[in-house]
């Protein structure tokens, strides 16, 4: 059997990295890895902590890219790569254009597509975007639905999907965490190495999603402001977004402000690590509302609609929008009660086990072409 994997960015190489390892342990099973390159340095920083050597490398990266830019050259590059190996299966995991267009390439050849984190679904076609409508049109020619939750496959029934077609196996996310979190982790970037996780609260921000830039993204930055100023305690480690919009209101709003930590976007490795040392996180990321469950870390989601609400459901998230007061209100909560906060931290995650991928590799084994 041939299993061929395409992934672009660093989240979907961070989730498709355990079954990567997984599937080169068959001897059974012939792996080809192909890389779109869609996010260029990210992926690379992915690819060498999991030791990951891609078979082929389309490097599509191009300052200022846009969508159809790297709908088109993945497409053309993947439709090479999947006309040469002939897998008889592809992997695709999640919702990035190089999803997309690697299933696009592989329903065009007629050859069967799996995709990984299938069924998350917001309602809303323009929020995340364009990550819902991609995860719509691939789930259309999916034939195998492997959902991390329960409530992923519910989605996918209420579309009309076969059950026979969907497996529930965790989100392989959480078992990227045993290779990378580490109690005795030492961080490059010395002023992290600083910070007293015990005696402080320090908070993890990151906001970086399109539907934020502008004025959502100032009243995040101005509740997280005006509730910490007062207290000297508290912390904030914000890894700045590399996107200029992001930087010009985070620099604005927090200027002169020594509690707000300003650092470069973070590798996966010490991100994950800080993840697991900080108070509490805040965040308008996805993969991060998966993440910081399975560590006990409660969770703020800056944004207005989430496809995670296992997390909300669970209590280990919160969806807080975009307001100033409702943040801020929520983030005072967080602060000052230690019995809300503790039921956050100690709710149970409900995104698995750790043992997604061994299970997907499972599924495929026993296939029946």
């Known amino acids: 059997m041939k299993i061929a994997l395409i992934f672009g960015t660093r989240p979907e190489a961070i989730k498709m990295a355990p079954i990567v390892k997984e599937l080169k342990k068959q001897e059974d099973i012939e792996t080809v890895v192909c890389v779109t390159g869609q996010h260029r340095e990210m992926l690379d920083q992915v690819l060498e902590v999991f030791d990951i050597k891609p078979d082929y490398d389309l490097d599509i990266f191009k300052p200022g890219q846009s969508l159809t830019d790297i709908t088109v050259n993945s497409l053309e590059g993947i439709e090479k790569v999947l006309a040469k190996e002939k897998p008889d299966v592809l992997l695709v995991q999640g919702d990035t254009t190089t999803v997309f267009s690697g299933a696009l390439a592989a329903f065009y050849q007629q050859i069967k597509i799996g995709h990984v984190e299938a069924g998350l679904r917001t309602g809303n076609i323009y929020s995340p975007y364009p990550e819902e409508a991609n995860r719509k049109m691939v789930g259309t020619i999916t034939n195998y639905h492997f959902c991390p939750t329960d409530a992923?496959?519910?989605?996918?029934?209420?579309?009309?999907?076969?059950?026979?077609?969907?497996?529930?196996?965790?989100?392989?996310?959480?078992?990227?965490?045993?290779?990378?979190?580490?109690?005795?982790?030492?961080?490059?970037?010395?002023?992290?190495?600083d910070l007293d996780y015990d005696r402080d609260k320090i908070i993890l921000l990151t906001s970086h999603r399109r539907e934020n830039l502008g004025q959502p993204m100032r009243n995040i930055f101005t509740a997280v402001k005006d509730e910490i100023k007062d207290r000297p305690e508290v912390k904030v480690v914000f890894p700045i977004h590399l996107n200029p919009k992001v930087r010009q209101v985070a620099y604005e709003v927090f200027e002169g402000m020594d509690q707000v930590i300003f650092v470069e976007p973070l590798d996966y490795l010490p991100f994950t690590n800080l993840m697991n040392k900080v108070y509490l996180v805040m965040t308008d990321s996805g993969g991060v509302q998966e993440e910081a469950p399975s560590l006990g870390k409660p969770i703020l989601v800056l944004r207005k609609e989430t496809e995670r609400m296992e997390g909300v459901e669970a209590n280990t998230a919160r969806l807080v929008g975009t307001d100033y007061q409702v943040i801020r209100d929520n983030l005072r909560e967080l602060l000052d009660d230690k019995e809300a906060y503790n039921k956050m931290a100690k709710s149970q995650n409900p995104y698995g086990d750790g043992t997604a991928a061994k299970q997907i590799v499972e599924i495929l084994k026993n296939l029946k072409n």
């Not at 519910?154 to 045993?178: C, F, H, M, P």
């Open 152 to 193: 992923n496959r519910q989605n996918l029934l209420r579309e009309g999907y076969k059950d026979s077609d969907i497996y529930i196996t965790g989100n392989t996310v959480i078992d990227a965490l045993k290779y990378t979190v580490q109690e005795d982790y030492v961080f490059e970037d010395q002023v992290l190495n």
